[in-house]
């Protein structure tokens, strides 16, 4: 029903994970987590507005990133997120399961 | 757990997080058009950026969703819904709420009836282990049960018997409570001393009777109720210790049972009132054969049935323990053949005569609920048809298939949830007002009967599948078209008209509705018919005529009071002579055990010269001009006269019957043949037989003419003549009633009088079972009628709407009114009589469960198969001819500019 069709789909269930490294940098608001990705991908993986907010949300619910009112770069009020320990170990999660899935596929793939 | 916590604090904190999203996407927003704004102008990077953001409403909606609850929020959201929906459309809401409210208030009376008699436990501990005991004998003639047993027999049963912990017995008995006002005449039972131990329960104030050694000590004892200690005895805890009369005797209350106690001695017919009085009796010196006792046991802990009834059946068939020909109310135990002991459980015993009548009337109050359902369903069909634009709009802006039969399936539960509602009210108004109408014989109250968790947790489950029901058809019916219709209507394509899938499916729902309710009709109609068939069975006598009504007043004489026979003659024929002259009386007499009265002793019989009779006969004390009073045909002989004294030789006069099937020869040849009545006290002299009288029906009218031997009220020594009845023929009973009391009075003023009836209504007490399963049974097809007449109307009526443009056509191209009408009800009849034929099979296959009920009527009696299936026909077109009217009256222009 809220499928973003787009030609860079992100892989799913890659997104939070997207997010959680992105925050493990530095605190960011949320429309400087989708330019970071944007930009750090090379303009290959855009993160949508419509996914972006509910999987935030969904985050703060499960404290893996907390949420403060704080001032922009450009002097704007703007929510920054930040990584919170719990959020740390998830990305640790997310890593190695990222990895096992891609070194899968991999295999698959070279599979002559 | 902890995201549990922070969803629960978001409940509070909604606002907040609302509008902290609001700004953040609105920063988000912004910075798009800054980023963009360098490639395009300022307005233009703005509407640019909102379309990439997109709707903000539904992106905020999403956004909040992980914090929220889904299901409880859709659903709050859907009952607001459904809520607005209603009170916009009052009609149907209201037909609905009605048909619901009947429906389920129906169900939820019934069932509290049915479980209150039938399954509520009852007011003692472990009552599952509780049994009354009984023998029965498989005999040429069937299944012969003897439900009551002889002292004897419980003195020698009591010790022997392993699989029961404690065996009681009990007797009803009625009781006089003198010397405290008004004479009162209260329910008793005469119990073992084990009794109340055997029941569990002790008493509230004082104790309970003493048992084994110390029994002898309580033969002046009594316990009474809660009810009557607080009704006569001013509810003072000093009262234990001190005296009441009873019977004439006085008496120590020794006890005081608990609130909330309540015993009903169970007997064959159904459940006493409730007992007031407990009188302890070992029934001393009582050696006889009269088997008069009802057995109370409880089974020990672990013991079944099956293992009591091996243990008692061993027992029975021993003869110093049962005495052979030992005499019950109900017949006689034959000799040589094997008795088998059974055992009941007590309240399944109590309800037995109405276990069948009660699981009917479930079922039947079950149809009128499907019915119901169906037509709310079949409304609700029609109403979403009329909202197929709605839905297609929904469904069109995204919401999905599950989500619209979410919101109907709400929309369903929350109608039916407010017709329980109602219902329940209403179930509660109906067993205050009817349930003290209903006559205690047709409904043993022994569970105690009133809604409660039990009931109410039933009722709600009623709600829930009738919410299903009617919310799922036309739920997964219309959102299966919503979206095709959704597309027909961007199209501006016309309505589909005539026969879509959702008008047949409306068209077999009512098919089934005619169905159920035939099926219920057939089943009134038969009882009906078979009510009509068992009132004009004549009884015998004339309860009223020319010459006035026959009143009885009924007294039992106690012992105290009346210690000889000689005191009781005395007392009858001195009342009974002054009754003659009351003013207002054609003739009157006295009897033991008037017919259709609670009593009627039968026992062996003799012919002088001829073998033993293989017949039981009833043999009731009767008064001079007996026959005359009740308009019994004399065939031959006499009556008794006054001259039939003690001392005068002693008389018997014979049915018809007796004649018939004993005596060859005729009712001439009948008299001076000797009689001898066997078996009981009052029996063992040769009478002289002086007169043939006609048969009577002494039971009730569903039962065979008794044979009868009469003998002489003042020739009989025995206790039968302790209960009498001055019968009187008058025209102005309410005076000679009361003429009747006071001359009662005069001669034993501290007499209660048991009860005064006109035989007319002594007759009709007795078809009161039949008359009110007739009643109940006739109210839900009535009620069933109603409903489903209203589903064909609407079925119709509806049909004719969304039929308008083909029938103005038919009109324009010169089709006639006639036609007109013909079409529309022919339609009709078309569904009348497909549920007419699927009712008449359905009826086939049911009607049978009412066979016990049924007298002179087969429960295919083609008559009520037919009479209630030509009358349901002929509503089912009335109710279409409404909108056949209507489809007469459209104009074809206006029809046809319309669409």
Known sequence: MNATKDKNELLPGTLEMLILKTLSIEPMHGYGIAQHIRVISRAVLTVEEGSLYPALQRMLVKGWVSAEWKVSANNRRARFYTLTPAGRKQLGVEESKFSQMFGAIMRVMKTT | MGSLLRRLLFLFRRDRLDRDLDEELRFHEEMTAQSLADDMGGDEARAAARRRVGNPLRLRERAREPWTFPTIETLAQDVRHALRLMRRDPAFTITALATLALGIGLSTAI??????????????????????LSAAQQTGKGVKTIWTWAPVSYAALGPRLDAFDHLAAYVSIEAQLTGRGEPLQVPAVEVSPN???????????????????????????????????????????????????????????????????????????????????????????????????????????????????????????????????????????????????RTAGLQEYGAGPVRTLLLIVLGAVAFVLLIACVNVANLQMARLTARRGELSV????????????????TEALVLSLGGAA???????????VTLPLVPQAVLPRLGGIEIDGGVMAFSIALTLVSGLLIGLVPALRVSGTALADGRALHAGEARTTGDGPGERLRTLLVVAQVAMTLVLLIGAGLLMHSFVRLTSVSPGFEASGRDGVVSTVRVTLPERLFDRPERIHAFARGVLDRVRYLPGVTAASLVNSPPFGRMFIQGDFSIEGQPKPNLAAGRPKIGAGYFQTLGIPLLAGREFTAGDTAEAPRVAIVSERIVRECLPGGPGEALGRRVRLDGLSDGSEWLTVVGVVADIRHMGLDRDVQPMIYVPFQQDRSDFVRFVSFVARTSNSAAVVEGIRAEIRRAAPDLAITATVTMDEAVAASVAPPRFRMLVLGLFALAATLIATCGIYGLMAYAVTQRRREIGVRVALGAERSDVLRLVLGRALQVVTAGAVLGLAGAIAVTRVLRTFLFGV???????????????????????????RRATRIDPVEALRAE
């Open chain 2, 195 to 341: 009794f109340f131990t055997t029941l569990g329960v002790g008493p509230a104030h004082g104790r309970t009777f003493l048992a084994g050694a110390g029994a002898a000590d309580d033969d002046r004892a009594v316990i009474v109720s809660d009810r009557l200690w607080r009704s006569s005895l001013k509810a003072d805890p000093a009262f234990v210790g001190q005296s009441i009369t009873i019977n004439g005797l006085p008496r120590t209350v020794v006890g005081v049972l608990p609130r909330g106690f309540s015993f009903r001695p169970v007997v064959r017919a159904g459940a006493l009132p409730e007992a007031d009085v407990f009188l302890p009796s070992r029934w001393p010196g009582d050696a006889g054969r009269s088997a008069f006792l009802y057995l109370l046991g409880r089974m020990k802990p672990g013991v079944n049935k099956e293992r009591a009834e091996t243990e008692l059946t061993a027992l029975v068939n021993d003869p110093s323990i049962v005495a052979p020909g030992a005499l019950a109310p109900e017949g006689v135990l034959a000799p040589n053949v094997r008795t088998i002991a």
């Open chain 2, 422 to 432: 109602f219902g329940v009210l209403l179930a509660r108004i109906a067993i205050d």
């Open chain 2, 858 to 884: 087969t429960p295919t009696d083609p008559l009520a198969f037919t009479v209630v299936t030509a009358a349901l026909v002929a509503v089912g077109l009335t109710a279409a001819w409404v909108p056949a």
């Open chain 2, 111 to 132: 069932f509290s009836v049915a479980y209150g008699v039938l399954w509520r436990p009852l007011p003692y501990p472990n009552p599952d282990r509780l049994v009354i």
């Open chain 2, 394 to 409: 929904r469904m069109a802006l995204g919401a999905g298939r599950r989500r619209v039969v979410r919101q109907l399936l």
